[in-house]
């Protein structure tokens, strides 16, 4: 398949974490932006990103199909970002965010012509899986394929950067608990992508006729342990806080007891559904396509970023001489 011309692309969560990111990647390349959000009012931070006119928001909710079939119409290119971590019941529910809003986008995209499709996804997205998260990620490839055969598939592990859920969730947690905690003694793998590299990898993505039809897994160059990872914060943030060894178990009845915050749409510290998945390693296939195959050979490791944004949980933030212990 040949490469595709800059022309007209929709972003569906274009204003989130990656989103915004892939907008900035995209105008770069002289696309014309739609971003196709719940609430535009809240996504025109992202309109710098690009030159005047280049950007454009509508008011898109997912699980609508004409709200969809709407932000799709004269799209040479269609990149669905819409994910959500937690199950929140409804229209932010796993169900909704992720299967049902594959569909709709999948089946408008084909209405109306689109070329290229990418949908972002996860490592670990499998409909058969046992975690909520995983199973329904997976579940939304498939209806992408069903109706795209040749659509992009990016599954990022866990995506870092200075607006990151992970680090900084942790980074705060250090300044003001006593211990940190280790779920499942703290074994499990993650290959950290930076945000910027993910941002980069979908724009190849829409752009690369030879990324037609395959799945990427996008990890960075270094494999972390869940340890390792708090080891990291606790380093950045100088904070020495102690990790406690929290048995899946145990944390599976915290996460099922701390869902019921998701339900009010609030954002719980732990679900069950992340404690499943936390059982599995997150980390890259070997024999899986990746970041190198998309031509970017130096992606960003988690050292060199972290410490650019970690430093505000110090005791001093920026002003601090060292990190304080």
Not at 85 to 99: T, Y
Not at 199 to 207: K, M
Not at 224 to 236: A, D, G, N
Not at 311 to 322: K, N
């Amino acid at each position: 398949m040949a490469d595709l011309a800059p022309g007209v692309v929709t972003l569906f969560g274009g204003s989130g974490f990656i989103g915004s990111q892939a907008v900035r990647a995209l105008a770069r390349r002289g696309w014309r932006i739609r971003v196709a959000v719940r609430n535009p009012v809240l996504a025109i931070e992202v309109q710098p990103l690009g030159d005047p006119g280049q950007i454009q928001f509508m008011r898109c909710d997912v699980t609508n199909a004409e709200d969809v079939a709407a932000a799709v119409r004269g799209s040479h290119a269609v990149v669905n970002l819409v994910g959500v971590l937690h199950d929140g019941g409804g229209k932010r529910g796993f169900k909704s965010a992720h299967v049902e809003a594959a569909k709709n986008i999948a089946q408008a995209a084909k209405a109306a012509g689109v070329e290229r499709v990418v949908q972002i996804s996860a490592i670990g997205a499998d409909a058969n899986s046992r975690s909520a998260y995983a199973h329904t990620k997976g579940e939304a490839e498939n209806e992408i394929r069903a109706v795209y055969p040749d659509a992009v598939i990016l599954r990022p592990s866990l995506v870092f950067g200075a607006s990151d859920g992970f680090l900084n969730r942790f980074a705060a947690m250090a300044t003001m608990a006593p211990a940190l905690p280790l779920i499942g003694g703290g074994k499990t793998q993650f290959q950290p992508v930076y945000v910027g590299d993910v941002a980069e990898a979908v724009a190849r993505a829409v752009i690369r006729g030879d990324a037609a039809g395959r799945t990427f897994e996008l990890g960075g160059p270094d494999v972390y342990t869940f340890r390792e990872v708090l080891e990291l914060v606790c380093r950045e943030t100088g904070r020495n806080r102690p990790l406690l060894p929290i048995p899946f178990p145990v944390a599976r009845l915290m996460g099922s007891v701390f869902q019921t915050v998701a339900l009010l749409g609030l954002t719980p510290p732990l679900t069950r559904d992340q404690v499943v998945m936390l059982q599995s390693d997150n980390i890259v296939s070997p024999d899986a396509a990746g970041l190198t195959d998309l031509g970017m050979v130096h992606p960003t490791s988690m050292g060199s970023i972290a410490p650019s944004y970690l430093w505000r949980y110090r005791d001093g933030g920026q002003f601090a001489v060292s990190p304080a212990h």
